[in-house]
């Protein structure tokens, strides 16, 4: 079965939805060009509300290493994501601290994919040029190219994340702004639906 993040949490009520609607993992955003960012401190205790079982994920964008390992440690994520032009010994650095979910773009396939095939502790995410910014990929252009066990992003929602798991298998799907009453605050009915739709398709 496909798993589920819900990204974007900055409240403990958008956390607690998420788990009871059967989110397998919750994104926190510390990228500070981010208009969903979150302090440490709300993702920490969002986090410990809904206990052990969603993974809780920081998501973090061209940032310094410290800054990601300080952050990750006062939010307790389990998990770090990491967007940006990045090294591989950036990814690798983190991945001896946290798994890492490496986030490329389409663009970034044919140079990066292989490096990171295999890796312990590092899975690969697919995502849009601009993230969160809700636009889908083109799915069927991808499916030649879309790596084995990596996570799927950009635009999806409750009314074409089916489709996209049909085209490329994706091992998790990944959502944000689709999921959203308006910017940082989740729409419980579109969360629930996106992750019915994910679960089932």
Not at 59 to 75: G, P, S
Not at 97 to 104: D, I, S, W
Request: hydrophobic share 50%; aromatic share 6%; with cysteine.
């Amino acid at each position: 079965m496909t798993r589920v993040k819900v990204c974007g949490i900055t409240s403990v009520n958008d956390a607690v939805l998420s788990a009871e609607a059967g989110a397998d993992a919750l994104g926190f955003i510390f990228a500070p060009v981010s208009r969903r960012l979150v302090s440490p401190a709300v993702a920490r205790q969002a986090g410990l509300s809904v206990g052990p079982g969603p993974a809780r994920v920081g998501v973090f964008m061209n940032q310094a290493l410290d800054e990601v390992l300080r952050t990750a440690e006062a939010a307790r994520v389990s998990a770090v994501q990491v967007h940006g032009p990045v090294s591989s010994l950036y990814v690798q650095a983190i991945s001896g601290y946290y798994p890492v979910l490496r986030v490329l773009r389409p663009a970034d396939l044919a140079a990066e994919a292989d490096v990171w095939t295999d890796v312990p502790g590092v899975t690969l995410m697919l995502d849009a040029p601009e993230p969160g910014g809700g636009i889908p990929l083109d799915w069927a252009a991808l499916k030649a190219a879309f790596p084995s066990g990596a996570w799927l992003a950009g635009g999806l929602g409750p009314a074409n994340v089916a489709e996209a798991i049909r085209h490329l298998r994706p091992a998790g799907v990944d959502a944000v702004s689709r999921l959203e009453a308006q910017a940082g605050v989740k729409d419980p009915a579109a969360v629930q639906a996106f992750i019915r739709a994910a679960k089932t398709a």
